[in-house]
């Protein structure tokens, strides 16, 4: 067989490459830019690393292929075909990452690596003529693939070159703290991925949630709530400026804009059009401890508090980080792939598992710190629970990797617990209004072709998707509890505590004559 010239290799090692880090690469090629939105900023340095990477794999995969060339005729066909089937695989696991998600894929993914090692092999030995066919079409197309790289690495450069002031992830104004006349106190905890159904409803059997059932006793509940959509970062925007957003698209800079169909432009995401400015307007100090979203720079200009606690992304559960250099973070995907070739994928689940645990304590103890802060009066306090993945021991009640969406819950009526306990000890407890909402239900469909989902999960789902989200009010001095229970739409939330912090909404009368009013 004709030895493969170098430049055929070392297109072929470019596309091998790049197919590899594809998952960890196509988020920041797409044209929505929402990785500079989601990420702290600079990203310089993670894009640096992925391209380190892209450059030493593909080294690595040329000298490899050119060596194989050098096997005899036998152990070459054989190892050519394996190579051939590993990237067909890869190429359909992409495909499934990225565009076309396929139920239960990751039951298959590991062993079919595997597999298809194996049986290309296998099909190298035994027909020969079949076999060079097959890796003479999958070495064209993955040298074709290589030409990607023309545009490719020159956006990647692009964005490693681009160096905007660090941001910090929390910050405190004090001088901006200025005691209001007002000594109200409007406290607001969204519970992620929280769902009625479930906690009202339909609670599995066995499980008891007795936070969440004493504030429900003692509040204004809504249990037809209409979602305004199905991802946090769509419901969020939409409910802080109280209009329904649903196209998203990120600046290189971290800012956040959106679609308005009305105007057929994109208009930039306003901080000064939400409820954190009317909140200021109505001479209330403000303040956010949040996760996923980067309030601390998409709420700038109306907080006096703020601390985020940022998702970790692809890259980043493996120990990357906007922090660390370029070099630093280009040893971490090489690191993980050789630790999954020796221990398999179980230690990166566990460090998935303990960046998710920290992720919560985090948000928690910021939490914390701004209900302690009784300067702030306006509060807005959103946790990454019940929403998975699952970090909970429902019958310890202790943090852990595993579990399901149940425990989770069990997870978020404790955090509840915990946070009431502090608000009830803070001076302002008699006049403070608890709001406790979730964004978007419990989301089965989503969830239900991830390898994750159990038997459990599939009994408590009863095989439908309840979509209603939470929202419960409770007034100072309130006692008892009622039911709104008309369907009204979730958008009707900012429009509630709009008039709650401007004084007009301060006791169930008033919420009822509000309710009244929205229905002529």
């Known amino acids: 067989m004709k030895q493969r010239p170098l430049l055929q290799s070392s297109l072929e090692g470019i596309g091998a490459a790049l197919l590899l880090l594809l998952p960890f690469i196509w988020p920041f090629l797409l044209r929505s830019n929402l990785v500079s939105y989601y990420h702290r900023l600079p990203i310089a340095n993670l894009v640096g690393g992925l391209l380190l990477d892209w450059i030493g ?3 690595l995969g040329a000298a490899a ?39 239960h894929w990751s039951h298959v993914r590991e062993p079919g690596y595997i597999a298809i090692a194996l049986l ?48 910090s992830i929390a910050f405190n104004r004090p001088t901006a703290l200025l005691q209001s006349p007002s000594h109200r106190r409007i406290l607001w905890i ?51 400026a109280g209009r329904r957003i649903d196209k998203l698209r990120g600046t290189l800079d971290g800012e956040l804009w959106y679609r308005d169909d009305s105007q057929d432009r994109w208009l930039a995401y306003d901080p000064n059009a939400t409820l954190f400015a009317v909140a200021r307007q109505s001479g209330l100090t403000t303040g956010v401890a949040g996760w996923f979203i980067p309030y601390c720079r998409l709420l700038a200009p109306v907080l006096d508090r703020c601390s985020w606690v940022p998702t970790a992304g692809s890259p980043e559960v493996l120990g990357a980080s906007t922090e660390k250099s370029v070099w630093a973070n280009a040893v971490v995907l090489p690191k993980a792939l050789l630790g999954t070739l020796t221990r398999g994928t179980g230690f990166i689940k566990a460090a998935e598992a303990d960046r998710n645990v920290k992720e919560y304590r985090d948000t928690m103890q910021s939490a914390q710190a701004l209900i302690a802060d009784n300067r702030i009066q306006f509060a807005y306090l959103h946790f990454p629970v019940p929403h998975p993945p699952w970090i909970y021991d429902r019958k310890n009640h202790v943090l852990r990797p595993g579990g399901t969406y149940l425990d989770n819950l069990t997870l978020a009526d404790d955090t509840l617990g915990t946070l009431m306990r502090q608000i009830q000890a803070t001076p302002s407890a008699d006049q403070t209004t608890i709001i406790v909402s979730s964004d978007h239900s419990w989301r089965i469909p989503l969830w239900r072709r991830s390898r994750s989902w159990s038997e459990e999960e599939e009994r408590a789902s009863r095989g439908r998707f309840d979509d209603r989200p939470v929202l419960l009010v409770h007034f100072p001095h309130q006692e008892s509890g009622s039911n709104v229970g008309a369907a009204l739409p979730e958008l009707l939330e900012h429009d509630m505590i709009a008039g709650m912090v401007r004084g007009q909404i301060n006791d169930p009368k008033d919420l009822a004559a509000f309710l009244a009013q929205r229905r002529r």
């Open 120 to 167: 290309g092999g296998a099909l190298g030995y035994a027909l020969p003529r079949t076999s060079r066919s097959i890796e003479r079409t999958v070495r064209l197309l993955l040298a074709a693939f290589a030409f990607s790289a023309l545009w490719i690495a020159p956006h990647l450069l692009h964005l490693a070159l681009l160096r905007p002031a660090a941001e």
């Open 190 to 240: 969204l519970l992620d991925e929280l769902s009625y159904d479930q906690i009202a409803d339909h609670p599995s059997p066995g499980l008891k949630f007795p936070n969440l059932d004493q504030l429900r006793a003692q509040s204004v509940s809504f249990s037809d709530l209409r979602p305004i959509g199905f991802f946090t970062e769509t419901v969020i925007p939409s409910l802080l």
């Open 57 to 59: 794999f593909s080294i």
């Open 65 to 103: 292929l050119v060596a194989v060339q050098r096997l005899p005729p036998i152990p070459r066909r054989i190892c050519n075909t394996a190579f051939a089937g590993l990237v067909l695989w890869r190429a359909l696991d992409v495909l499934n990452e990225s565009a076309f998600p396929v139920a």
